[in-house]
């Protein structure tokens, strides 16, 4: 949209809590939303947005952005904020991270890791990222800010899990503190119950994965809840690598040796109802990627409606799902101009046709899409 455009979307129906508000009519003028008014409207050309709920930007709080094309499919399933999570050179993202038509991209540039680990040595990640002690930590730290990191992310993992390096917990802290004397979150990747406690206890902001070896355990969970961690639980992935990795016949040997711990997706599902129940904010993320080494791609855009689905199967309710991809990322991440269908804010929009409230899978009915200065990315005469 150019600065002077006016676009009405009439008889649309917003989130209001748990449920779905009356109609209203909704203006945008240019980049933001101008107005949200009980008062119907009658103007030419205006979308009838009867039937239809009108969100905010949908928001995958875990993805890898692998070049123009995966942007352009996350706009196309009505996503206009994306979180990547692991890039190997930050400045690839430069052209893209406020493109117009597609979405706004959050970075947190390479992640660290440790001497050894399949990250920097099978993954191609720089050997720089690999670090000794905290000093070294220290030093990353300032490295990504300055290349425009958004976030910092370390690799924490578990030393009882075969093939694995895994950073000290002293250098994940120093990670930590240099990470937070910058301003930045700091999230982990951690996808057992120990790297999660040694993520915990470092403390890191943000731990994105669930569990696959065991149930978080409900210390463990009060701890999280009230040091106000978040959790982007990945379903989506953590289903994907339990169908890939029970497959492998290694893995199927070293878990009867009592080597490997045995995967189950219950005990990520469980885990996400825990969190839901304690009050720890839970955020959508799909983990999408193109990578050859990880157990499963999740494709970009449309595995964020599978995740929803996952996370209400887990047992959030549709419209907890829902600020899981929305206001409660936003909130999260510090981006303040979008995540609520507000007058003043960015007209980052999606039209769906039907009630997620009452089927998250409805999500997946998208008529439009608005991404701040950019045009409905979808034809939109057919609603007029």
């Given at each position: 949209m150019?600065?002077?455009?006016v ?14 508000g ?7 003028n240019g ?7 009980p008062?119907p ?13 009108l ?7 875990h993805l890898?952005?692998d ?5 352009e499919?996350?706009?196309?399933w ?16 430069d ?9 706004t ?15 920097v040595?099978k ?14 930590a ?12 958004d976030?910092?992310k ?14 000290p ?7 930590v503190?240099?990470?937070?004397d ?10 057992t119950?120990a ?10 902001d ?16 009060a ?5 106000q961690?978040?959790?982007i ?6 289903r ?6 029970t497959?492998?016949?290694?893995l ?12 189950d997706?219950?005990?990520?599902e469980a885990s ?6 304690a009050?720890?904010?839970v ?5 999408a990627?193109?990578e050859?080494?990880v ?5 970009y ?5 599978d995740?929803l689905?996952?996370l209400v ?7 907890e ?10 909130q999260?991440f510090?981006?303040?101009d ?7 804010l960015r007209?980052d929009?999606v ?12 999500t ?6 608005w ?14």
């Amino acid at each position: 949209m150019t600065p002077d455009t006016v676009t009405t979307i009439t008889n649309v129906r917003l989130l209001d809590g748990d449920s779905l508000g009356d109609e209203l009519t909704v203006v945008l003028n240019g980049s933001l939303i101008a107005s949200v008014s009980p008062a119907p409207v009658e103007v030419a050309d205006a979308i009838d947005g009867r039937g239809c709920v009108l969100l905010p930007g949908l928001i995958d709080s875990h993805l890898h952005v692998d070049g123009r094309a995966s942007l352009e499919a996350c706009a196309n399933w009505g996503l206009t904020t994306v979180v990547d999570l692991a890039v190997r050179d930050i400045r690839s993202l430069d052209p893209l991270r406020h493109a117009e038509g597609l979405p706004t991209v959050l970075t947190a540039g390479v992640p660290a890791s440790a001497p050894g680990g399949q990250h920097v040595k099978k993954m191609g990640f720089p050997p720089s990222s690999a670090l000794t002690d905290a000093a070294a930590a220290h030093r990353f730290v300032g490295e990504q800010v300055a290349a425009g990191a958004d976030l910092i992310k370390v690799i924490v993992e578990d030393p009882k899990v075969p093939g694995t390096k895994a950073l000290p917990a002293a250098v994940i802290a120093a990670v930590v503190t240099a990470a937070h004397d910058a301003g930045r979150l700091v999230v982990a990747h951690a996808v057992t119950t120990a790297s999660i406690t040694t993520a915990h206890e470092a403390g890191v902001d943000v731990i994105t994965h669930a569990p696959l070896n065991a149930d978080l355990a409900p210390d463990l969970i009060a701890s999280l809840a009230s040091h106000q961690v978040v959790l982007i639980p990945t379903l989506t992935m953590m289903r994907g690598a339990v169908a890939t990795l029970t497959k492998s016949k290694m893995l199927t040997v070293l878990s009867t040796l009592g080597i490997a711990p045995k995967l189950d997706y219950t005990h990520a599902e469980a885990s996400v109802a825990l969190a839901q129940s304690a009050g720890i904010t839970v955020l959508a993320g799909t983990d999408a990627n193109t990578e050859a080494l990880v157990p499963a791609r999740p494709p970009y855009g449309e595995s964020l409606h599978d995740e929803l689905a996952l996370l209400v199967a887990a047992g959030l309710s549709p419209a907890e799902a829902l600020r899981s991809a929305t206001a409660a990322p936003a909130q999260v991440f510090g981006l303040t101009d979008r995540g609520s269908v507000t007058p003043g804010l960015r007209a980052d929009l999606v039209l769906i046709e039907g009630d997620p409230t009452h089927d998250i899978t409805a999500t997946r009915n998208i008529r439009a899409t608005w991404i701040g200065t950019a045009p409905a990315l979808v034809d939109t005469r057919g609603l007029r």
